[in-house]
């Protein structure tokens, strides 16, 4: 299903509907096996609107400082592949069903072409839906879940950026649904940030958090956001907060429209060097002049490839 809400197109010949042109060509496909460097970017205005039909002349890339060729440009919708990382620990409570809700209406956002799988994580993680394209049977599945236990939130991070390993699309994005920290994995945050910045996937965090509560979290809970929001904002994602949770299903809807409505950014780096390290990437806006100011949000960076 396509989404059109929340979505402007400044540019006056292209209408909300369209993603502008591209000039990448269908066989190009950027496969995960070529030197591509692939950089989804989310371009918005000053309400938080979706801005549609820029071309490849508006976007500066670089690399280290080191300014890039983009080699190929699309604002084509591409197919995705999606893993949903639900909480259903203790803590979730009524708040699982809600949960539920929103995992439906992000569903409702996705097309026939993507896939998606479903991870449940409390005491232990665990994959209770591999990548299907039949979203009922994510539903069915969560429709089971029953809440309890703690919560090993980093252990479901990193089951999730396992099986992206056999995705088929070159879009790939994980979707967290959780109400507060970590306090049962076995790995490290230190450890997934650094798998999280080797992995090419971003990363969406739906976070609902109490206010009344705050005095009673443990410190678990109180990082637990913070963290989020910095492994989000690494893979040009980002994490999301609802002050209660009625506004989940709002927030999952919003985040399904923006991995709808992103343009796809490849390039060969000039850096040819296979030496493990980190790469910083920065993408500039160059829109045209009769445009406002415009915000782009992008994978922060990637670690090169090693001998």
Not at 32 to 40: K, M, N, S, Y
Not at 51 to 57: F, N, P
Not at 72 to 87: I, K, R
Not at 224 to 246: C, D, K, V, Y
Request: charged residues 25%; neutral net charge; proline residues 5%.
């Amino acid at each position: 299903m396509r989404c059109r809400g929340f979505v402007v197109s400044l540019l006056g010949a292209v209408a909300i509907a369209g993603f502008g042109q591209s000039d990448s060509r269908p066989e190009v496909g950027f496969r995960a096996d070529t030197t591509l460097v692939l950089i989804p970017v989310s371009v918005a205005d000053s309400s938080n609107r979706y801005v549609l039909g820029l071309d490849k002349q508006n976007f500066r890339l670089l690399e280290d400082n080191a300014e890039q060729t983009i080699a190929h440009f699309s604002s084509e919708d591409a197919p995705l592949s999606v893993g949903l990382l639900v909480d259903t620990s203790g803590s979730m409570g009524s708040k699982l069903d809600t949960s539920r809700k929103a995992v439906i209406e992000f569903l409702k956002t996705l097309n026939a072409t993507d896939e998606a799988f479903l991870v449940e994580f409390s005491d232990h993680a665990r994959m209770t839906a591999p990548f299907t394209q039949d979203t009922y049977e994510i539903e069915k599945k969560l429709g089971a879940a029953r809440s309890g236990g703690l919560t090993a939130l980093l252990d479901a991070v990193h089951i999730g950026l396992q099986a992206m390993k056999e995705a088929r699309n070159p879009r790939k994005a994980l979707l967290i649904i959780s109400d507060g920290g970590d306090n049962n994995s076995r790995y490290t945050s230190r450890e997934i940030e650094d798998l999280v910045r080797e992995a090419d996937v971003q990363i969406y965090a739906m976070g609902v958090f109490e206010p009344y509560l705050a005095l009673g979290l443990t410190p678990a809970e109180i990082g637990g956001p913070r963290l989020l929001a910095e492994i989000s904002e690494q893979t040009g994602g980002r994490a999301l907060a609802a002050t209660n949770s009625t506004e989940l299903p709002g927030i999952a809807e919003r985040i399904g429209l923006e991995l709808r409505n992103q343009y796809l950014l490849a390039y060969s780096p000039a850096n040819r060097a296979r030496d493990g390290k980190y790469r910083r990437v920065q993408v500039t806006l160059l829109p045209p002049k009769e445009l406002p100011p415009l915000k782009a949000r992008w994978r922060l960076g990637y670690y090169a490839p090693s001998q």
